[in-house]
């Protein structure tokens, strides 16, 4: 299985300032066929299923902020807010889909400092 | 706008048979683009991904489940349902269903059920 992990496993940001999430696998989830890394990020909030925030590490998806970004490949990815609001507080987690099974990293819990 | 809703009991005995369905709207459950498959969520495991299904009948399963869960698809109904036999206390969880796209592997998964929280106890 590939192990995902996260660090912090919670942080506290001013509003308005940068929030940096760090993902790592425990092996490449790079495909070499198509160099796509399989690798997506969601935000939970309180109550709430996760949401896909990114897909192939720095796709976003519809809808969500450009604030959010995503980035990184191979093992290490970051999930970065540029500027956080009030609304992103909540948990998020990395997806690993280079194989099954599929899995989850822990969580990181952000809030507001 | 896919929409998923699970179903189903929100409490069952240690030993017997977890039973869930999710009810699928917004498009054919025999659309060619989804698998359609389950996740749980507890404090202690975090986000666990239970197994997926075509709506052909092709399946995966996490090997640490396996032997105990069986999905399955109804077209005629545009439902699918999740069954975990011998259940105990750590199989009380949130369980969602969701949707991953179908390409090389199973991807990542866009849509989401809100969740029905499922206890084990007596």
């Known amino acids: 299985d590939i192990v995902m992990t996260q660090s912090p496993d919670s942080l506290a940001v001013s509003l308005g300032e940068r929030a940096t999430i760090n993902c790592k696998s425990s092996?490449?989830?790079?495909?070499?066929?198509?160099?796509?890394?399989?690798l997506a990020w969601y935000q939970q909030k309180l109550g709430q299923p996760p949401k896909l925030l990114f897909y192939w590490a720095s796709t976003r998806e519809s809808g969500v902020p450009d604030r959010f970004s995503g980035s990184g490949s191979g093992t290490d990815f970051t999930l970065t807010i540029s500027s956080l609001q009030a609304e992103d507080v909540a948990v998020y987690y990395c997806q690993q889909y280079y194989s099954t099974p599929l899995t989850f990293g822990p969580g990181t819990k952000v809030g507001i400092k | 706008q896919l929409q998923l809703q699970e179903s189903g009991p929100g409490l069952v005995k240690p030993s017997e048979t977890l039973s869930l369905t999710c009810t699928v709207s917004?498009?054919?459950?025999?659309?060619?683009?989804?698998?359609w498959g389950w996740i749980r969520q507890t404090p202690g495991m975090g986000l666990e991904w239970i197994g997926s299904i075509y709506y052909s009948g092709s399946s995966y399963y996490n090997p640490s489940l396996k032997s105990r869960v069986t999905i399955s698809v109804d077209t005629s109904k545009n439902q699918f349902s999740l069954k975990v036999s011998s259940v105990t206390a750590a199989d009380t969880a949130i369980y969602f269903c969701?949707?991953?796209?179908?390409?090389?592997?199973?991807?990542?998964?866009?849509?989401w059920g809100q969740g029905t929280l499922v206890s084990v106890s007596s």
């Open positions: 092996q490449s989830v790079l495909y070499s066929s198509n160099s796509k890394n399989y």
């Open positions: 917004g498009d054919s459950i025999s659309s060619s683009s989804y698998y």
């Open positions: 969701a949707t991953t796209r179908v390409g090389i592997t199973l991807e990542h998964f866009d849509y």
